[in-house]
């Protein structure tokens, strides 16, 4: 198919408006992860066939606390279980960590308490993850953009050598970026006017609607729980591969 000087112009331009929208509209989700080893633990010496992650602190900002802490449990669980790791079930991790009193952080006792309860649960590792959020904004006139951040944290406890092995911070954000469906809606009266092309204007009038109703999509059809729970997802699962790299998948 052979197209003439304008209708290739249009192809053009409606091709490098599809790049421009990918870049500064829509939503995305990232993650970053920074891992801390105790120098005095030989991770060496370290095997592991069985884990157990304790429900440990939620950020008070959120609702639904007992879904928040099922929630994240299981995206750890999975991921450890995907890689024939041995996961205690939820209720057991539950029911033992509140008994065993460690709930009540930085006493004395606690390390013998760690070791107590890898001992009942018949753990190599117990993993005690510490949750945060943050929201904020940043408007630009027409153009908003929405941060979704959460912060995880794994403290690493490690049975056979009674310590805390190591510690990993991970972050995950889903961004939301808006407003870029105003502007094509727009340019058209700004830029255009002199110029006598309607298929120019009707192509910029076409691309701001649909660009305006993703927005509306995202903003109005995608809640904010799924928002945080992309955020969390993204912040866990990043925040494990460094202990994944170091411990492969047991043979069985």
């Given at each position: 198919?052979k197209?003439n000087?304008?209708?290739s112009f249009?192809?053009?331009?409606?091709?490098?408006?599809?790049?421009?929208?990918?870049?500064?509209?829509g939503?995305?989700?990232s993650a970053?992860h920074e891992?801390f080893?105790?120098?005095?633990?030989?991770r060496?010496d370290?095997t592991?066939?069985?884990?157990?992650i304790?429900?440990?602190r939620l950020?008070?900002?959120?609702?639904?606390?007992?879904?928040w802490r099922r929630?994240?449990?299981?995206?750890?669980?999975?991921?450890f279980?995907d890689?024939?790791?041995g996961?205690?079930d939820y209720?057991?991790s539950?029911?033992l960590?509140?008994r065993s009193?460690l709930?009540?952080?930085?006493?004395?006792?606690?390390?013998?308490?760690?070791a107590?309860?890898a001992?009942e649960?018949?753990?190599?590792f117990i993993?005690?993850?510490?949750?945060?959020t943050?929201f904020?904004?940043?408007n630009?006139v027409?153009?908003?953009?929405?941060?979704?951040?959460?912060v995880t944290?794994f403290?690493i406890y490690?049975r056979?050598q009674?310590?805390f092995?190591?510690r990993i911070?991970?972050t995950?954000?889903?961004t939301l970026r808006?407003?870029?469906g105003f502007?094509f809606?727009?340019?058209?009266?700004?830029?255009?006017?002199?110029?006598d092309?309607?298929e120019?204007i009707?192509?910029?009038?076409y691309?701001?609607?649909g660009?305006?109703?993703?927005?509306?999509y995202?903003?109005l059809?995608v809640?904010p729980e799924?928002?945080w729970k992309s955020a969390f997802?993204?912040?866990?699962r990043q925040?494990?591969q460094?202990?994944f790299?170091?411990?492969?998948?047991?043979t069985?």
């Amino acid at each position: 198919m052979k197209y003439n000087r304008n209708q290739s112009f249009h192809l053009s331009l409606t091709l490098a408006a599809f790049l421009f929208v990918g870049i500064l509209t829509g939503c995305s989700t990232s993650a970053q992860h920074e891992i801390f080893f105790d120098p005095d633990v030989d991770r060496r010496d370290v095997t592991v066939q069985r884990v157990a992650i304790v429900p440990n602190r939620l950020p008070l900002n959120l609702d639904q606390q007992e879904m928040w802490r099922r929630h994240n449990w299981e995206i750890v669980r999975k991921e450890f279980e995907d890689r024939r790791f041995g996961v205690v079930d939820y209720n057991t991790s539950v029911n033992l960590f509140q008994r065993s009193g460690l709930p009540v952080e930085d006493t004395p006792g606690s390390r013998n308490k760690y070791a107590e309860l890898a001992e009942e649960l018949n753990v190599d590792f117990i993993i005690i993850p510490y949750y945060g959020t943050l929201f904020n904004s940043r408007n630009l006139v027409i153009f908003n953009t929405l941060y979704y951040r959460t912060v995880t944290t794994f403290q690493i406890y490690s049975r056979s050598q009674n310590d805390f092995l190591a510690r990993i911070d991970a972050t995950g954000e889903y961004t939301l970026r808006t407003g870029l469906g105003f502007l094509f809606l727009i340019i058209p009266s700004l830029i255009l006017d002199s110029v006598d092309d309607a298929e120019t204007i009707e192509f910029f009038t076409y691309a701001g609607l649909g660009i305006t109703l993703i927005d509306f999509y995202n903003i109005l059809m995608v809640s904010p729980e799924e928002r945080w729970k992309s955020a969390f997802e993204a912040s866990i699962r990043q925040g494990l591969q460094p202990l994944f790299q170091i411990y492969p998948a047991p043979t069985r």
